[in-house]
């Protein structure tokens, strides 16, 4: 009988930290036991300091998180002193690999897995890059294939398919930074695609493979899930934050109006049938101003800052700009010969996707089936906190609560050590 240590990181209380460019979000749980999360706490601020899923002020982001976590850590009633890092940036790379092993003593021990998997981390993690996820795939072991978990089997050799998921170490370092100024320590970095849709796809939906579209307000995120393990993560610097500030620009409105009118009647469901931005429009939004246009419709108007605006003129402004990050994903999915395994059906979910008309939009332009996903398989939070917008944050919760103590793929993945003493203790970890 093989003996296995299945306690995790988790018993105790544990966090995960959102970094989104329209909001920040804490959450503190722990692992029932029984396969979910119970939520202990949380806390969310108003995004600062971040633009595009990237660093942008280092002091203002500092502040705004330890404001989010404090708001967590008394809600939750306990101190946390690390944390799991959620972000879509750091301008991620995900590679499909394979390594093989020669087996000592012809038994597959943990320590072995352990080898294997920091031999991935040096060849396919660029130089400017660091590992922020590891998923093993498959094992093989001599000619056997498709092997779940390979411990305590007899064999010559070992050999894993696996995809890694890196993050411009720059970018990272600086998210690092950002919360040790809190006097706070990262344990890892988890993708918000990865983690979004951990949250909103069950386990069958993962196991047959699907794709989870993120849109967050400065970028949208997508993964990619095949026999239940994620084969593809990406990012685009695009996401409802360009869809406000088109609405600002083109009528002239201050960004809190813009951002109100967008979630209020925003939609991309146009009220003529073809649904095509008149020229007019269409030269607006590349000068940027938004003098003398004249839509003609049948639609109703909407009242915002004493000006009334029509309904159909709204529509396109907006759909122009989904239109474009509906081409980026379709082409970063194409480029990265992706698009079989991307399949039919698609999930939206994020903050941005709760535009009205958004998921038809997208069916229409993929001839794929799009449906909006919600989060699922935390206990505890409420009804404000558990819709699209949070699937990141509670995705991540997830993964947190179902790593092994000790996991091989996690070890691989923790933030790197800086010092010569901390890499000694890297070092003795990995090989005593």
Not at 179 to 201: K, M, P, Q, S
């Amino acid at each position: 009988m093989i003996l296995r240590n299945k306690q995790s990181a988790l018993r105790r209380p544990f966090a995960v930290l959102d970094l989104g460019s329209s909001k920040v979000t804490c959450l503190i749980g722990e692992a029932d036991g029984k396969g979910k999360v119970q939520l202990l706490g949380q806390g969310m601020h108003a995004s600062a300091g971040m633009r595009h899923g990237e660093v942008s002020n280092l002091e203002l982001l500092s502040t705004v998180i330890g404001k989010t976590v404090h708001a967590a850590e008394r809600d939750a009633g306990t101190s946390i002193q690390s944390m799991s890092i959620v972000t879509p940036g750091g301008m991620p790379v995900s590679r499909l690999g394979k390594q093989t092993l020669t087996l000592s003593d012809k038994t597959v021990r943990r320590r072995d897995m352990q080898r294997l998997m920091a031999r991935e981390n040096d060849a396919d993690t660029p130089d400017s890059h660091q590992a922020m996820h590891l998923q093993t795939l498959q094992y093989d072991l001599d000619d056997v294939r498709g092997i779940a978990d390979p411990r305590g089997m007899r064999g010559s050799a070992l050999s894993v398919d696996y995809t890694i998921v890196s993050g411009a170490r720059t970018s990272l370092t600086n998210f690092r930074e950002a919360l040790v100024l809190n006097h706070l320590e990262v344990d890892r970095f988890i993708h918000a695609g990865y983690a979004a849709g951990l949250a909103c796809l069950s386990e069958e939906e993962r196991d047959l493979g699907g794709a989870v579209i993120d849109m967050g307000g400065g970028t949208t995120s997508i993964s990619i899930f095949m026999h239940g393990k994620l084969i593809y993560v990406d990012t685009i610097p695009v996401g409802g934050h360009r869809v406000t500030t088109d609405i600002a620009r083109i009528l002239s409105l201050p960004v809190a109006d813009a951002e109100r009118i967008k979630a209020i009647d925003g939609s991309v469901m146009p009220t003529e049938l073809s649904g095509t931005p008149p020229a007019s429009l269409s030269e607006v939004m590349r000068n940027g101003n938004s003098d003398n246009i004249v839509i003609p419709t049948q639609g109703d108007n909407i009242e915002i800052g004493g000006k009334s605006v029509e309904r159909n003129l709204l529509s396109a402004i907006i759909r122009p700009r989904i239109e474009e990050i509906i081409e980026l994903l379709t082409s970063r999915i194409d480029n990265a010969h992706m698009q079989h395994a991307a399949g039919n059906r698609l999930l939206l979910t994020g903050g941005a996707s709760q535009l009205t008309g958004l998921a038809d939009l997208y069916a229409h332009a993929t001839q794929k089936t799009v449906i909006l996903g919600k989060p699922q398989g935390v206990d505890g939070l409420l009804d404000e906190n558990s819709g699209p917008e949070f699937a990141a944050a509670i995705g991540a919760l997830t993964h947190v609560s179902r790593l092994e103590e000790n996991d091989p793929t996690d070890r691989q993945t923790r933030t790197l050590s800086y010092g010569p003493f901390e890499r000694i203790g890297a070092w003795l970890r990995d090989n005593l």
